[in-house]
């Protein structure tokens, strides 16, 4: 398949993922603006880290190495024996589950009974949960591999859609089933995401076997293709894709402990009360909100866009000098987008964190040091913007042994995040968290630019150059932080409706300032964004016919 034609895959499925982490992330908010006034912060602390931090824990670890080494590009890939490997992923799904489930139970700390009961119950249905949502890896693996980009959206946005509903009337319904409510959403969510995918891709088989006229790529006739197949004088795995898969798995272990090290920190080393943690979760999903929106979709299609245009393992010098000239472009633009963007979260974020506390949950939230927290997490969001970008093309283009090499650099990411994250909270509070991920943000983003400017050397290329925003663009930035921190004084402090809704408007006419700079100085960032997306939607519409 052709960049230009990947391109114009990824970037419509950026589009849909877009509007699906918006569309989740809505109906998260709203769904928690209603329980936090019906549950208490003790119970929303088990919930939203200790058992959700079980069920996400379960889906790493089980999906995460599969789905990375399976859709690297490879010349004649034997799909037959990639699914066959995939399914690998359902017994050992079991193994993780009843071992951590064992944990969870037997050797973490339990919440007192009369604050949270039925903790039990819960641990089993989130472990069953994770389990569940295992089944549809063959079937998701193959779909996004050949850019199924709707069904994922779907299967996605129904199976959260049942999870916040379910649990709001049940809680709305029955304030005191506590535990049982959340477990019973949380398992019908797994089970209509799996029944979503089998079911799409049972009536597109099915459609298939009626068109005799249909030669495409897709390389699952029937739904009986989907399932482990032995061929008498063939291996059954493909040797590669195990090893390959073995050296991501490792890589995963180390990545999940940094991408869910704080709650790790919170769970073993009870560093926070549960009710502490509660708070700290619903800021930190507040922090994360544009992250969610803009960002990881991005991420996520930039692996993919740059996986299947550049040769894993191969130095660009040995590759076609098109795919490289174009993904190195394609590298420069996302990230002078995303460190834009970045640079806007923090600047308006320092001045209506406070605000945007008070309104979603009150003193609860706005008194204390959740203020500050958001402050810290919008530096966050613009390091995990950068990271998510650079180390999506490292991981796509590294081979097996730089693979293995950047594992134990992960170890010491790892250690030291961890260690970090200790000795700051046990100082600082919950604050420490966010700074403890800046800084191993910080130091991932250092490994993954040196890896680029090495790989593009003795190219044309030069992705890393320009990301920054221009001096205008700059300079109203600097301006706006430091009229609405005024504004956010001498309004906002002030209490009062009319103060906020101007503190509001302030912030508004500043971020138009901001856009009008972007759009009088950036215009040559902005025009090859935009005649690369409408080339190669283009060039994908010929591609369909």
């Known amino acids: 398949m052709e960049a230009s034609t990947i391109l114009a895959s990824t970037a419509r499925a950026t589009g849909y993922n877009m509007v699906l982490q918006v569309t989740i992330r809505l109906m998260t908010f709203v769904s928690n603006a209603v329980v936090l006034r019906y549950i208490s912060r003790d119970l929303l602390g088990v919930l939203n880290v200790r ?78 949960s994770g389990w569940v949502e295992v089944l549809a890896e ?33 809680v709305l319904t029955f304030p005191d089933w506590g535990v049982y409510s959340f477990s019973l959403a949380q398992v019908l969510s797994s089970v209509s995401y799996v029944a979503l995918y089998y079911g799409y891709f049972a009536h597109y088989t099915a459609s298939r076997l009626k068109k005799e006229d249909d030669h495409s790529a897709f390389p699952c006739v029937s739904m009986a293709d989907f399932l482990p197949r ?28 940094l ?6 920190v919170m769970t073993f080393l009870n560093v926070l009360s549960f009710a502490d943690q509660g708070v700290y979760d619903v800021i930190n999903n507040l922090g994360s909100m544009v992250a969610r929106f803009i960002f990881l979709p991005i991420e996520e299609n930039g692996y993919i866009f740059f996986s299947q245009s550049l040769s894993r393992g191969k130095p660009a010098k040995e590759q076609a000098e098109q795919s490289v000239a174009f ?97 700051l909270t046990l100082n600082v509070g919950s604050v420490g968290f966010i700074l403890a991920n800046c800084l191993n943000m910080a130091m991932r983003i250092t490994h993954s630019l040196l890896f680029i400017r090495r790989y593009f050397e003795g190219t044309e290329s030069r992705p890393l150059s320009g990301v920054l925003p221009s001096t205008a663009v700059t300079a109203s930035l600097g301006v706006s932080l430091m009229v609405t921190a005024l504004s956010e004084h001498h309004l906002v402090t002030q209490g009062g409706v009319v103060n906020n809704v101007t503190h509001i408007a302030v912030s508004a006419v500043c971020l138009t300032v901001v856009l009008v700079a972007v759009f009088l100085t950036e215009r040559p960032m902005l025009q090859s964004a935009r005649s690369l997306l409408t080339q190669h939607r283009a060039t994908h519409r010929e591609h369909q016919h």
């Not at 339990?110 to 472990?127: I, K, L, Q, T």
């Not at 063939?234 to 272990?253: G, I, N, R």
């Not at 991408?259 to 790790?264: C, F, L, N, P, S």
């Open 259 to 264: 991408t869910e090290g704080e709650r790790y």
């Open 230 to 257: 032995v061929v008498p004088g063939e291996s059954f795995f493909d040797a590669h894709l195990v090893h390959l898969t073995w050296s991501f798995f490792k890589q995963s272990l180390l990545k999940q402990l």
């Open 327 to 423: 993904s190195g472009r394609v590298l420069n633009i996302l990230l002078k987008i995303v460190t834009f963007i970045g640079c806007t979260v923090i600047v308006f974020g320092y001045a209506n964190s406070y605000l945007a506390l008070l309104i979603y949950g009150g003193d609860r939230l706005s008194v204390g040091s959740g203020p500050t927290l958001l402050r810290w997490y919008c530096v966050y969001v613009l390091l995990l913007a950068v990271n998510g970008i650079t180390e999506g093309f490292v991981f796509a283009t590294m081979s097996k042994d730089q693979v293995d090499r950047y594992n134990r650099k992960m170890l010491g990411f790892s250690v030291l995040f961890l260690t970090t994250a200790w000795v």
């Open 138 to 170: 063959p079937l998701y693996v193959t779909g996004q591999a050949f850019f199924f980009i709707r069904l994922k959206v779907l299967a996605l946005g129904m199976s959260q859609a049942v999870k916040c509903v379910v649990s709001l009337v049940l």
């Open 51 to 128: 058992l959700t931090l079980l069920y996400s824990t379960i889906l790493f670890l089980t999906k995460e190495a599969f789905e990375r080494a399976c859709l690297s590009r490879r010349d004649g890939q034997d799909w037959r024996r990639v699914i066959n490997l995939i399914w690998c992923t359902a017994p050992l799904g079991v193994v993780i589950s009843v071992a951590l489930s064992a944990v969870w139970l037997y050797l973490l700390e339990r919440p007192e009974a009369g604050v949270v009961g039925d903790y039990g119950v819960g641990v089993v249905a989130f472990a069953v």
